[in-house]
């Protein structure tokens, strides 16, 4: 009987060691967890208008003049600006595209664009490509080779959500000659915004 009560001894203190060891091993613990975590690029959508109420990637004839237009008369438009995304915006790139007769798009100037709400010309800009004398031809406007890229846009940010104006001025030279009549010149603008920074 000893030997069973030694053993039987024994085995407790075995077990009160290890449940000792189990016991001293074993602390607290919680868990927490961050799910949903979305990354989500924004957009910058920019949208044209002729009239104000209805914007739209592409509008046609928004400088369009009457098939009378003479040497010596102005014709002025305003296209409208709409950045429908959630992105400020900025325009970095205006390209133009002329097709037509070549004679008149030499005698068709650009005089004014400006933004109405800023109330400033923005021809400046254009000085080194022929705008110094206050008239930058179409032919000019066609020589931008690539675009017209602003690296430090005069141009006002395009808030997410906002609209804005821009205006344009173009003047049928004086000096336009009879090969001129009954020409037509065809420019089509093509605006790239780009995320302010």
Not at 9 to 20: D, F, K, Q, Y
Not at 62 to 85: C, E, M, Q, V, Y
Not at 168 to 183: I, K, M, R, S, Y
């Amino acid at each position: 009987m000893k030997k069973k009560g030694f053993l039987f001894v024994i085995l407790a203190a075995l077990t009160v060691l290890v449940i000792s060891a189990v016991g001293v091993g074993a602390y607290f613990t919680d868990t927490a967890v961050s799910s949903d975590n979305i990354f989500q690029a924004g957009t910058l959508d920019l949208k044209l208008s002729n009239d104000g109420v209805t914007y739209t990637d592409n509008v046609t004839a928004t400088w369009s003049t009457s098939p009378n237009w003479a040497p010596g008369d102005i014709f002025r438009h305003t296209l409208k600006l709409h950045n429908a995304g959630n992105i400020d915006a900025r325009i970095i790139l205006f390209d133009f595209d002329i097709t037509g007769s070549p004679e008149m798009a030499d005698k068709v100037c650009m005089t004014y664009w400006g933004d109405k709400d800023v109330g400033v010309n923005y021809l400046y800009v254009f000085d080194p490509y022929g705008g110094a004398d206050g008239c930058l031809s179409l032919t000019d406007l066609a020589n931008l080779s690539s675009g017209w890229h602003i690296q430090n846009s005069p141009y006002p940010v395009l808030p997410a959500g906002a609209y804005n104006f821009m205006e344009f001025e173009f003047l049928f030279d004086t000096t336009a000659g009879n090969d001129c009549q009954g020409d037509m010149v065809d420019m089509t603008l093509t605006l790239t915004a780009e995320q302010v920074k």
